[in-house]
């Protein structure tokens, strides 16, 4: 198994910047990529961006490129979702997972391991 702790949620303004941390653990090496996705309440779980472990390459939907950077330690075992530039929009419980294939990142059905979330809260 894979673990995953979120962390670095919390209430911002609009226009301001949050970083969250993806912290891995476990049989990390079944992992080939990370992803991060936000879900608002009553709405689906949406994909936001993701990174492969090697090689770094990064992924984004068009509602935060530009605005956010995924970035990951591949010593500490760690991804980071820098937000900046947040809009009310992006308020919302985001969650990191795992997913051990090549490819259809965007897909939460890629993903066999997810965190618990953490709560990102855009105030306007």
């Known amino acids: 198994q894979v673990q995953l702790v979120e962390s670095g949620g919390g209430l911002v303004q609009a226009g301001g910047s949050l970083r969250l941390s993806c912290a891995a653990s476990?049989?990390?090496?079944?992992?080939?990529?990370i992803g991060w996705f936000r879900q608002a309440p009553g709405k689906e779980r949406d994909f936001v961006a993701a990174i492969t472990w090697n090689g770094g390459s990064a992924y984004y939907a068009d509602s935060v490129k530009g605005r956010f950077t995924i970035s990951r330690d591949k010593a500490k075992n760690t991804v980071y979702l820098q937000m900046n530039n947040v809009k009310p929009e992006d308020t919302a419980v985001y969650y990191c997972a795992s997913s051990p294939y090549g490819g259809g990142w965007s897909s939460p059905r890629q993903y066999d391991y997810w965190g618990q979330g953490t709560q990102v809260t855009v105030s306007s």
């Open positions: 476990g049989r990390t090496f079944s992992s080939y990529a």
